[in-house]
């Protein structure tokens, strides 16, 4: 259970000659209005001159379609994707910015309002979980003079608003409210809700009215429904989301319009909006106990919102307002009735329920399995010892191909009978061959991992060879270095012998070779490291001098 306060923000609407009244102090999200009282009224004037409402959020004139999702409406969608409930409704004078704030403009992609980000937002996060499975339908209706019609009927030539199914109420026995004759429209991606959201849009009642050019006549409620479950449970998340554009309040006086049918809507709306004041305020006091009956029953709006309103729901409110001088008053009014809006407190639940559509095909499903395996174990008889069919392969096949597209891993795959089991692994077999030889399975990895090692090998052989040979080079220089020295003494020294295998001896030791060479004082020395003639008598003056 999460028991949180009513959030509510302030949105203003950019105006070309804001007032001087008004002041936005964002450190401390508060609102303030200081109108000086007016001497006309005489020197008794008690009028009241300085007002302050505290927000959990300003949303300026400057503030763009995206912060205004961002701060408001992503942690309500955020919890209802988590099982809870959530609502968020935007409440103001006409023509202060509601709509625009809810559904967008139509001017610029960055004008989209809350619902088609939500629309978008929740895919996303859908598909990023992938470890629960979604399911998702839209609601779209409309209040028009306290009367309930669905804006996305399936006839395509629905033009007028009597041509709209007309929605009813209906009370259960645990006091939950069912819409009647409302369609529930299945969406598969982000676009087909888009298009649902611009056929409800397409439907509802709007007029010109000296405060608005497209006024909306009516209060919209688009409902979002979510299923979640995961996967190999038998438990279901079902929460659902009301995205609640209210019709504007307007004085018939100051707006000026005359015509019966725009005075009975202005009626009806404002009767409507009174008595979610009343709901609001009875709230109030049954919370401090000093009441215990709600008025929900008044309007058919007030009966739609019962959870969103001291109910099982986490809801936010948006106050819109416009700060021009001829507008001051309906902002005070607005203010106001956001702060008895954050009196409310809601209990919000997340909403876990078995599903017995799911346990009755667990169990269905679990003595399926078990009969297969009492007729494996008992031995599995065949009625026919030939070949399966090609009918029967074909439906062992699909068998197969659906057990490996559902992402349940508790999904069993229940065959029957030995015969059907071997073909299953002959099916298997293909179909990883099939993948190997057009992935280059393992097998081809495997040959080509087979050549590497085999050339790495022989290129560790081959430095190995070279390694040597260029130790058989040095010894081989370097002996021949001392050769050179030793026989230039060989016949002044007597010792030259001697001392000069013991050099090669030693040269040859510390290259881990065995000594090849040998010194004879009277045989020459030869390259080959033998012996031949003797040398020539001035070939010996020549080595004595």
Do not use: W
Not at 328 to 340: G, P, V
Request: glycine letters at 6%; proline letters at 3%.
């Amino acid at each position: 259970v999460c028991s949180s306060d009513l959030e509510i923000f302030c949105r203003v609407r950019p105006a070309k000659n804001g007032s001087s009244y008004v002041s936005m102090l964002d450190d401390t999200n508060r609102v303030e209005f200081n109108i000086p009282k007016k001497e006309v009224q005489g020197y008794v004037n008690n009028t009241r001159e300085h007002y302050e409402f505290r927000f959990d959020g300003l949303l300026p004139m400057n503030c763009s379609q995206t912060d205004v999702f961002d701060k408001v409406a992503k942690p309500v969608i955020a919890s209802v994707l988590n099982g809870y409930n959530g609502t968020i409704f935007a409440y103001g004078q006409t023509g202060s910015g509601k709509t625009y704030t809810i559904t967008g403009g139509t001017e610029r992609y960055s004008e989209r309002g809350i619902i088609p980000r939500t629309l978008a937002f929740i895919f996303q996060e859908m598909s990023r979980r992938t470890d629960y499975v979604y399911s998702m339908t839209v609601t779209y209706f409309e209040i028009y003079n306290d009367a309930g019609y669905d804006l996305l009927a399936e006839e395509s030539s629905t033009r007028k608003l009597q041509d709209l199914p007309k929605v009813g109420l209906r009370e259960d026995d645990d006091g939950n409210i069912h819409l009647r004759n409302l369609s529930y429209h299945h969406c598969a991606n982000e676009e087909d809700a888009i298009q649902l959201l611009f056929v409800g849009d397409a439907n509802r009642v709007i007029a010109e009215t000296p405060m608005n050019d497209a006024s909306t006549r009516s209060h919209c409620i688009f409902t979002v429904n979510i299923e979640a479950r995961h996967a190999g449970s038998d438990v279901v998340r079902k929460s659902k989301l009301h995205l609640v554009d209210l019709a504007g309040s307007e004085r018939i006086a100051k707006t000026g319009i005359s015509d019966k049918t725009s005075v009975r809507e202005a009626k009806n709306i404002n009767l409507s909006l009174h008595f979610l004041e009343q709901v609001i305020v009875a709230l109030h006091e049954r919370s401090q106990g000093a009441r215990n009956h709600i008025p929900y029953r008044n309007s058919m709006m007030t009966q739609v919102l019962r959870d969103s309103l001291g109910g099982n729901c986490k809801t936010t409110m948006i106050a819109t307002m416009s700060a021009e001088d001829p507008n001051l008053d309906e902002s005070i009014s607005t203010c106001r009735f956001a702060q008895r809006v954050a009196l409310i407190k809601n209990e919000a639940n997340v909403n876990e329920e078995l599903d017995p559509n799911q346990v009755i095909r667990r169990l269905k499903k679990e003595i399926g399995e078990l009969k297969e395996e009492i007729r494996i174990l008992k031995g599995g008889v065949e009625e026919d010892d030939g070949p399966l069919s090609e009918d029967a392969r074909a439906r062992l096949k699909a068998m197969i191909e659906e057990y490996i597209d559902n992402k349940d891993p508790t999904q069993p795959l229940l065959l029957g009978d030995m015969k059907k089991i071997r073909e299953c692994f002959s099916i298997f077999k293909l179909m990883v061959l099939d993948l190997r030889s057009r992935k280059g399975g393992p097998e081809e990895g495997g040959s080509k991992g087979s050549d590497r090692e085999a050339l790495l090998a022989e290129l560790n052989r081959y430095r190995l060879l070279v390694s040597q040979r260029d130790t058989e080079i040095a010894v081989l220089i370097s002996m021949n270095q001392k050769k050179k020295e030793f026989a230039t003494t060989a016949y002044t020294n007597p010792d030259s012998q001697s001392n000069f295998n013991a050099s090669v001896a030693a040269i040859a030791q510390s290259a881990g070779t065995q000594p090849s060479l040998s010194y004879n004082r009277n045989q020459p020395l030869t390259s080959s490291g033998s012996f031949s003639t003797m040398p020539s008598t001035s070939q010996q003056q020549q080595q004595q001098q």
